[in-house]
């Protein structure tokens, strides 16, 4: 079980080394790393867009992806499977900030394309004339409607640990919509708006994975240059099954949000949009025994039912008039959960009675919240300022019951209550000043302020009939949080044509932490501190020959702000390089990664050396491209609270030591109509600290049938091997599907 949690944990940070991924994915900034990490194969087809000057444009700084698709933080943080769960649709508004006074169709300009090795399904793809007839449709008198759709049935069989294969994957057999779009427009010319009243210039109505326990459905309403409305509804379920008493959840969650948009103006927006989300489930959990005893026990298997409700809405106006680009908007949170926690067995102490546990606790979390951004042109000098605010009031309120046996059998009854708030802020300024033709100046600055503080007032009454005694005991305890960052870089950048650019600079960041004194008497405990860090930050891009290009990046500061924690670095270091040989059908690459990151706070160290090598080639209506990644990693952290709880936790280092290898192919048919052929296969070995196998295999052949749509039959072979382990499992499946466009 250990290695098992151990190998999601590693896992996951080996998720930061995308160098499995194509080199024309790696000019991304790596600010927003993990877009890449979880959608390469998007990010590699950008590259190759004719958006692709988006990857080298100074002024946007890392902000590539959120410039198009919007704020990206709830999405990156809704911890589900990259395949299953797609960024925010690019608006209409995000367009016309390069195309100003033009009406385009953002699903035209998607890039949508799954990179081998990913274990992402790819998207339909429908030929390239139906999408242009499609498009010419819109021109003509009269509405009209248009559509894709992927239906078929997936057969399955599974041998090995169900329960794994279903922690991991969990696909059933049975009829699926794989995926659906259906276009109403109205005829004529789309941006003639006179006439009054509401109209309605284009609906859009779409869905993926209906009969799969990740399903979503999405409705687009539209009228132009007077409203926008976006509404998406996504049902998903988990499952965590694997061996072990501990680490069992069962999972079940709604969300939905919804945009509208007004246009008031030629540059004139006011926007508003809820989101709610529903969370039901429960967890096998622990619980220590009678604490009254001079020797504790774990009880194993508690059932915790657990419920969450989220909703958000926020007000807003968003405007380009005159020199400035500005946006201001208001908010609101409310967050309610429900936890309990129950079991009943026979008394440690004397069998004859029960010992148990009965509790329920309910927090509520809400508060108002506001963002204002400003952008202004200066002749040469660009200014973005950002400013965020969050002030929420926290309570709780639990009660419950229990009973067991020491000297004589008691019952306890508890009732606790706290109070308290949450307060964030959040500025960000970047900054670009045009030094000529070849030379530019990058600032950027940023400060963030979190405190949060609670005051919790517990009471518990132990009563022990048999001694006619009854004794209360009242606890008194008020926690504080604070964390205060402050980074900063400055970077001077040389681009004397197209085939260089070069940039070189100096970053800082200074954290200030304060965390709650759980144990007063540990003289060890930390309590307070400040964390410093200065680095260098380097950049080339040279295409020396015509189809050679040289990349290398550096960075040696990284203190990031994140939640504490006891991976939150206290210095970090980044630097990677590549070479890439490319021309109009072949492409070579080979890419080294280096990470370093450690904290004397926790006594934390990571380590982690990444090389790989990948080409390719276009030949005879074929697309084939070939892989290898090594990475060599080793991680320890000093830990309390890692394992499962411990009535007495002793500080425990834990970690992974050793080496992964990926191989990747692909190969794809581009010119055999009217049959068009997949094939893809990725196999990972991880040996270390534990030895574990992953095998993908996806075979995928269609035919087109004329006006009638085509017929495909998609083949897939997945492997899951754990030396040592009794959660090895192997799946065979097989999806028949018609797709059309219509």
């Known amino acids: 079980m250990i290695r098992r949690i151990l190998l999601c944990w590693s896992g996951w940070l080996l998720a930061t080394l995308p160098l499995a991924a194509p080199l024309a994915a790696q000019s991304a900034p790596d600010a927003e790393l993990s877009c890449r990490v979880c959608h390469p194969g998007p990010t590699r087809a950008l590259a190759e867009s ?35 769960s797609r960024p925010p649709a690019v608006a209409a508004a995000s367009c016309k900030t390069c195309h100003p006074g033009r009406e385009l169709a953002t699903a035209a300009a998607a890039h949508s394309v799954t990179t081998v090795g990913s274990g992402a399904r790819p998207l339909p793809d429908p030929a390239r004339e139906a999408l242009a007839e499609l498009r010419e449709r819109q021109q003509d008198a009269g509405p009209q409607f248009s559509g894709f759709a992927e239906l078929g049935y997936r057969f399955v069989h599974v041998a090995g640990s169900r329960e794994a294969y279903r922690t991991d994957v969990d696909l059933d057999p049975g009829v699926r919509l794989r995926e659906f779009e259906l276009r109403g427009r109205r005829g004529g010319d789309a941006g003639a708006s006179s006439s009054p009243g509401l109209r309605v210039d284009e609906v859009d109505l779409r869905g993926r994975d209906l009969g799969d326990p990740r399903w979503d459905l999405g409705l687009g309403i539209r009228q132009h240059d007077a409203y926008d409305l976006d509404s998406r509804y996504a049902r998903a379920s988990y499952h965590y099954e694997a061996s072990g008493d501990f680490h069992r959840v069962d999972r079940n969650s709604a969300t939905s949000d919804t945009t509208v948009t007004l246009v008031t103006g030629e540059s004139w927006e006011v926007f508003g949009r809820v989101d709610l989300r529903d969370d039901e489930g429960f967890w096998l959990t622990q619980r220590i025994g009678n604490r009254n005893l001079p020797v504790q026990t774990v009880v194993d298997g508690v059932d915790s039912p657990r419920s969450f409700r989220g909703e958000t809405g926020e ?55 506001a963002r204002l951004s400003l952008g202004r042109d200066f002749g040469d000098l660009r200014i973005d300022a950002s400013t965020d605010y969050w002030s929420h009031t926290r309570r709780l309120d639990a009660t419950g019951a229990a009973a067991g046996f020491d000297v004589a059998a008691f019952t306890t009854d508890t009732t606790a209550n706290g109070e308290g708030f949450s307060h964030l802020s959040s500025s960000r300024l970047d900054a670009t000043l045009r030094l000529g033709d070849t030379w530019n100046l990058l600032a950027s600055a940023g400060y963030r302020d979190h405190r949060e503080k609670m005051r919790l007032i517990q009471t518990d009454v132990t009563t022990t009939p048999s001694l006619s005694s009854t004794v209360t005991v009242t606890t008194d305890v008020t926690t504080q949080t604070v964390q205060r960052l402050f980074d900063g870089d400055l970077q001077l950048q040389w681009r004397p044509d197209d085939t260089f650019e070069a940039a070189l600079g100096y970053g800082m960041a200074r954290e200030q932490l304060r965390v709650p004194d759980l144990q007063p008497a540990d003289p060890e405990d930390f309590r307070r501190g ?205 999806f028949v599907y018609w797709r059309a466009i219509f």
């Open 315 to 369: 007000l807003g106006v968003r405007s380009t008039a005159g020199p400035w680009r500005y946006t201001i908007a208001a908010g609101y949170r409310v967050d309610r959960g429900v936890d309990r926690w129950q079991y009943s067995q026979a008394a440690t102490a004397n069998p004859a009675f029960v010992e148990s546990e009965d509790f329920t606790s309910r927090t509520r979390l809400e508060g108002p919240s």
């Open 50 to 84: 004719p958006h692709a000057t988006l990857l080298q444009r100074a002024d946007l700084r890392g902000k590539v992806c959120a410039s198009c698709h919007g704020d990206l933080g709830e999405h990156a943080v809704a911890l589900e499977p990259a395949a299953r």
């Open 530 to 734: 400040e964390q410093h860090d200065d680095g260098v930050l380097a950049q080339l891009r040279w295409r020396f020959a015509q189809h050679l290009t040289l990349r290398a990046d550096g960075r040696d500061f990284g203190v990031d702000g994140m939640p504490l924690h006891e991976f939150t670095p206290q210095r970090s270091r980044q630097a990677t390089g590549g070479l890439e040989w490319r021309d109009d059908d072949r492409h070579a690459g080979v890419s080294v990664r280096h990470r370093h990151d450690d904290s004397d706070v926790s006594s934390h160290r990571l380590d982690s050396t990444s090389s790989s090598i990948d080409a390719g080639a276009h030949h005879v209506g074929c697309d084939w491209n070939l892989g290898y990644t090594f990475t060599r990693f080793e991680t320890a952290t000093l830990t309390n609270f890692y394992f499962d709880p411990d009535p007495n936790p002793q500080p425990t280092v834990v970690g992974f030591s050793g080496e992964t290898h990926t191989w990747i192919a692909a190969l794809s048919t581009t010119e055999l109509d009217p049959a068009r052929f997949e094939l893809s296969v990725a196999h990972t070995r991880t040996i270390g600290s534990f030895d574990v196998q992953t095998f993908d295999l996806r075979a995928d052949l269609r035919f087109h049938l004329g006006g009638v749509g085509d017929a495909g039959c998609e083949y897939r072979h997945m492997r899951y091997a754990d030396e040592g382990a009794t959660d090895d499992w192997n799946g065979d499946l097989v």
